[in-house]
C-alpha cells in the first residue's frame, strides 16, 4: 500500500490540475486574508473574512477533490492501468487505500500551503489574526477534502471513461454545493411547522458540504445567522449529541465510499 501511495503522490505532484488549483486557492486565500484584515472587522467570530473563506473552502475543494480523483482513477481503468495493477498480488484492499492515501496527501500539501500563504500575509501586514480560528478552518478544509475525495474514489470506480467521470463529477458538485441548499429551501416552504426543524437537521447530515458548513458556523460562534426561527437546532448541534453527530457522519460520508470501491474493485474492473 506505501509504494501505490508514493506513485499516486508522485503523478499527483506532477498534474497541471493540482498545480492550478494551488496556485487558485493560494491566491483567494492570501487575498481574502488580506481584504479582511484591511477592512477592520477583526478576526474572531463570525465575520466577512471568516464567511468569504468559507465559502471559498466550500466552492473549490469539493471540485478539487472530486475532479482529480476521479479522473486519475478512471483514467487509470480506461488505460489498462489498474487492471494490469490488479493481476499481481495485491489485495484491492491496498490499492484503494494506496491511491486514496496519495490523491489525500497531495491536496493536504496543497490547503497546507495556501493557508500558511494566508497566514504569512497577516503576519506581515500586521493583522491581529487568531491562530485558533486559521486551525480550524485548516482543520474543516482537510476534512471536507477527505470526505469528496472519497466520494471521487467511488465515482472513478463506477466510471467506464475519463469523461463519463467528468460528467458524473459535476452533476455531484453542482447538486451538493449548488442546488441542494435551494432544493431544501423550496421544501420548506410546503412542510408543516413542526416538521420543519427535523427535516432541516436530516438535511444536514445528508450533505456533507452542508454538514461542514453548519458545524465550521457553530464553532465560530456564529449562529445567529441562522435566525431565532432554528435556534433550537444551533443549540442541539452545539450540544455534546450534536458534535457527536457530526464526527459520526464525516467517518460515514468518508469511509462508506471506499468500502463501496473496495467492493467494486474486488469484483472486477472489467465486469460493468
Known amino acids: 500500500m506505501r509504494h501505490i501511495a508514493r ?41 466577512r473574512m471568516t464567511a468569504s473563506l468559507l465559502n471559498i473552502n466550500l466552492l473549490l475543494i469539493p ?21 494490469l495493477l490488479l493481476t499481481y498480488p495485491i489485495s484491492p484492499w491496498a490499492v484503494i487505500l494506496g491511491k486514496y492515501t496519495g490523491l489525500f ?23 491581529g489574526v487568531s491562530v485558533s480560528l486559521l486551525v480550524l478552518f485548516y482543520v ?3 476534512l471536507l477534502a477527505a470526505i469528496f475525495l472519497s466520494l471521487a474514489m467511488m465515482i472513478g470506480i463506477m466510471a467506464k471513461t475519463r469523461f463519463q467521470a467528468l460528467g458524473i463529477s459535476l452533476i455531484v458538485w453542482a447538486f451538493l454545493v449548488l442546488f441542494y441548499e435551494f432544493i431544501i429551501m ?3 416552504m410546503f412542510m408543516m411547522k413542526q416538521w420543519l426543524l427535523p427535516m432541516l437537521t436530516v438535511s444536514i447530515f445528508l ?20 435566525g431565532p426561527r432554528l435556534y433550537d437546532l444551533t443549540i442541539w448541534a452545539d450540544g455534546l449529541i450534536g458534535k457527536t453527530l457530526f464526527i459520526l457522519a464525516v467517518l460515514l460520508w468518508t469511509i462508506l465510499p471506499v468500502l463501496y470501491s473496495v467492493y467494486r ?8
Do not use: C
Open 265 to 272: 474493485t474486488k469484483r472486477g474492473v472489467e465486469d460493468e
Open 186 to 188: 423550496g421544501l420548506s
Open 207 to 226: 450533505n456533507p458540504v452542508e454538514l461542514i458548513r453548519v458545524q465550521s458556523i457553530l464553532s465560530l460562534d456564529g449562529a445567529s445567522v441562522f
Open 140 to 142: 474543516y478544509s482537510i
Open 63 to 83: 471540485l478539487l477533490s472530486l475532479l482529480i480523483g476521479s479522473l486519475f482513477l478512471s483514467g487509470e481503468k480506461e488505460d489498462r492501468g489498474l487492471t
Open 7 to 47: 506513485q499516486q503522490l508522485t503523478l499527483m505532484m506532477r498534474s497541471h490540475w493540482l498545480a492550478g488549483f494551488g496556485i487558485l486557492f493560494s491566491s483567494l486565500a492570501v487575498m481574502v486574508a488580506f481584504l479582511g484584515n484591511t477592512g477592520g472587522t477583526g478576526f474572531d467570530g463570525f465575520n
Open 105 to 127: 496527501v497531495a491536496v493536504w500539501s496543497v490547503l497546507t500551503f495556501g493557508y500558511g500563504a494566508a497566514l504569512l500575509v497577516i503576519f506581515f501586514v500586521g493583522g
